[in-house]
């Protein structure tokens, strides 16, 4: 990073929260939205892809520096996309034989997020070819996966990638949370990932978890909400709000059956 770049970063954090206050945000989310790759899974799709189309290094060169904000997304995506050789064949072919390994915890958090009725999104820079076949494992309808598409000619041949996904442009993610909120209305939209496309997105998110447990960035430490190396820490907020719910229902009970008490023996006095 040159003098004049580093001298352009905000010198203190950009939250406004405290961890509490971050906690309960995230509890209260109508909306979550996850970045995939180093948060949901264990790897960057794109970095795997390029290795088994034998061009690991150049590519994983690249996605390092768009992850740490150097270079333009739409410029990236498309130098890797350019030099990566792609074909229809053996990006289903990867597909198959390559299945992404989610990252420890998060299966069971999307899965109690929706069982309490939190609606959860895939919002990423990789690929829907990549991206579907994780949200068919997490029981998520395609239909909240926003991501890329690389499109091919008749022959199978490389022939660019979907332009009007907002996701192949910079500050795409918080593109997608403002239509998000605009369509459904969420009051409060929660965003997790690792990555500095993740912590433009909020605004328009409302709090930002920063995932540390695959990739450590310093400068999305530094601003997240709430930063954590382990999803376990996250589905500690969920489990300890409905434990408070359990108790605070149960301490409302016993006092309505105190006050009935209260006023059947005053009522005999
Ligand atoms: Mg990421």
Not at 142 to 161: K, M, P, Q
Not at 239 to 249: G, L, V, Y
């Amino acid at each position: 990073m040159s003098a004049a770049s580093e001298a352009a970063v905000e010198p203190c954090s950009k939250s406004d929260m405290t961890r509490e206050e971050a906690k309960l945000a995230f509890h209260e989310a109508d909306a979550v939205c996850f970045d995939v790759d180093s948060t949901v899974v264990t790897t960057e799709g794109v970095d795997e892809f390029a290795a088994f189309l034998g061009v690991g290094d150049k590519v994983a060169e690249l996605t390092a520096s768009a992850m740490n904000g150097d270079m333009k997304f739409h410029e990236a995506l498309d130098a890797r996309l350019s030099i990566m050789g792609a074909t229809a064949e053996s990006l289903d072919e990867f597909v198959r034989t390559h299945p992404a390994t989610f990252t420890p915890g998060v299966e069971r958090l999307i899965a109690s997020l929706q069982a309490r009725g939190t609606h959860v999104y895939l919002v990423s820079g990789g690929f829907t070819q990549m991206i579907f076949p994780l949200a068919d494992r997490l029981s998520l309808p395609r239909s909240r996966v926003f991501a890329n598409t690389i499109l091919f000619g008749d022959e199978g041949e490389y022939s660019g990638f979907d332009q009007t996904a907002p996701t192949a442009w910079a500050g795409g993610k918080a593109k997608v949370i403002a239509q998000l909120r605009q369509e459904h209305g969420y009051p409060v939209v929660a965003m997790v990932g690792d990555g500095a496309t993740d912590l433009e997105a909020r605004p328009p998110a409302d709090v930002f978890v920063g995932f540390g447990g695959i990739a450590q960035r310093p400068e999305v430490m530094a601003n997240a909400d709430l930063w954590v190396t382990d999803f376990a820490d996250v589905q500690a907020i969920l489990d300890e709000a409905a434990a408070a719910t359990e108790a605070a229902a149960a301490t409302e009970a016993a006092t309505a059956t105190e006050a009935a008490e209260d006023t059947s023996s005053s009522a005999r006095s």
